[in-house]
């Protein structure tokens, strides 16, 4: 099945498919040990994650669309995720931006079963995204609920038909970009997902900021940049979030790229948490 990206004028995106083996570089260890590095990860990121204070980054949220995590990753698991691309086995498909006229690089989507940090990183921070996705939906008029845990959301994306894995790597070079888009893949979609830049700002490149622009109803659009640092992420609005106003919520939307790379060579990994067709 080809896998779609819908972009903010409905159009489909084909994706340069790949081929993925049957086994992911080091078939041994086994797939029990790799459960057991993943279980491992995540009671290590559950650890880091009950330090910040989640109350703050719901404000900005809020205030925002975004709120950034410090040192999510350590350089050497940055350093470790980026060794990863040149891996073709790892990946499920493969997007050259300018052929689809997405901008100007290339992604990677990572096939299943997922690396243990990046499965690990994924299921550690959902449980606390869920309660701002809940009280977002809430004020914007809908009764349905997303469940606490990761795997029994991923369990209403397969039964929709989304069941490919969307975490991807992402890699400019010098004078590449990414446009303003929203990444859905399907009729389910989590409203919240991150990006965790890999290199070195102002070493390993320069430019390259994180762009993010909401468009609010009879009202200019308003847009932001910002530079992230080795590690840090960025946790954003997917398509759409709530504003107070005068007389109750209203929506508004939400697209997010990168600026044009100036020098070097940038490395971000991307956490999507709803399943794509």
Same mark, same amino acid.
């Given at each position: 099945?080809?896998?779609?990206?819908?972009?903010?004028?409905?159009?489909?995106?084909?994706?340069?498919?790949?081929?993925?083996?049957?086994?992911?570089?080091?078939?041994?260890?086994?797939?029990?040990?790799?459960?057991?590095?993943?279980?491992?990860?995540?009671?290590?990121?559950?650890?880091?994650?009950?330090?910040?204070?989640?109350?703050?980054?719901?404000?900005?949220?809020?205030?925002?669309?975004?709120?950034?995590?410090?040192?999510?990753?350590?350089?050497?698991?940055?350093?470790?995720?980026?060794?990863?691309?040149?891996?073709?086995?790892?990946?499920?498909?493969?997007?050259?931006?300018?052929?689809?006229?997405?901008?100007?690089?290339?992604?990677?989507? =990572?096939?299943?079963?997922?690396?243990?940090?990046?499965?690990?990183?994924?299921?550690?921070? &959902?449980?606390?995204?869920?309660?701002?996705?809940?009280?977002?939906?809430?004020?914007?008029?809908?009764?349905?609920? &997303?469940?606490?845990?990761?795997?029994? =959301?991923?369990?209403?994306?397969?039964?929709?038909?989304?069941?490919?894995?969307?975490?991807?790597?992402?890699?400019?070079?010098?004078?590449?970009?990414?446009?303003?888009?929203?990444?859905?893949?399907?009729?389910?979609? =989590?409203?919240?997902?991150?990006?965790?830049?890999?290199?070195?700002?102002?070493?390993? =490149?320069?430019?390259?900021?994180?762009?993010?622009?909401?468009?609010?109803?009879?009202?200019?659009?308003?847009?932001?940049?910002?530079?992230?640092?080795?590690?840090?992420?960025?946790?954003?609005?997917?398509?759409?979030?709530?504003?107070?106003?005068?007389?109750?919520? &209203?929506?508004?939307?939400?697209?997010?790229?990168?600026?044009?790379?100036?020098?070097?060579?940038?490395?971000?990994?991307?956490?999507?948490?709803?399943?794509?067709?």
């Amino acid at each position: 099945m080809r896998g779609v990206i819908l972009r903010t004028d409905g159009s489909e995106a084909g994706f340069v498919s790949t081929k993925v083996a049957s086994k992911v570089t080091g078939a041994d260890p086994t797939a029990e040990l790799a459960q057991t590095a993943e279980s491992a990860l995540t009671a290590e990121f559950e650890r880091r994650l009950e330090t910040l204070d989640w109350s703050a980054a719901a404000s900005a949220l809020d205030e925002r669309g975004y709120a950034t995590i410090p040192a999510l990753l350590t350089p050497a698991q940055c350093a470790g995720l980026s060794a990863m691309y040149d891996e073709r086995e790892r990946f499920r498909s493969r997007v050259v931006m300018e052929r689809v006229r997405f901008g100007v690089g290339e992604y990677k989507y =990572f096939a299943s079963p997922l690396p243990p940090l990046v499965a690990a990183t994924r299921t550690a921070i &959902y449980p606390h995204l869920a309660p701002i996705a809940n009280r977002w939906r809430r004020a914007m008029g809908r009764d349905e609920t &997303y469940p606490p845990e990761l795997e029994r =959301f991923r369990e209403i994306c397969w039964r929709a038909g989304q069941t490919k894995p969307t975490p991807l790597l992402l890699r400019y070079e010098a004078g590449g970009y990414n446009c303003l888009h929203q990444d859905l893949y399907g009729e389910v979609a =989590f409203p919240l997902q991150l990006t965790c830049l890999l290199s070195r700002t102002g070493h390993d =490149f320069s430019g390259g900021e994180f762009l993010l622009v909401e468009n609010r109803p009879r009202v200019q659009s308003r847009g932001e940049a910002v530079v992230l640092e080795q590690g840090e992420a960025i946790i954003f609005a997917t398509s759409e979030r709530p504003i107070a106003g005068s007389r109750g919520h &209203y929506r508004v939307t939400m697209r997010h790229g990168v600026s044009r790379v100036r020098h070097g060579r940038r490395l971000s990994l991307g956490i999507i948490f709803h399943d794509a067709k």
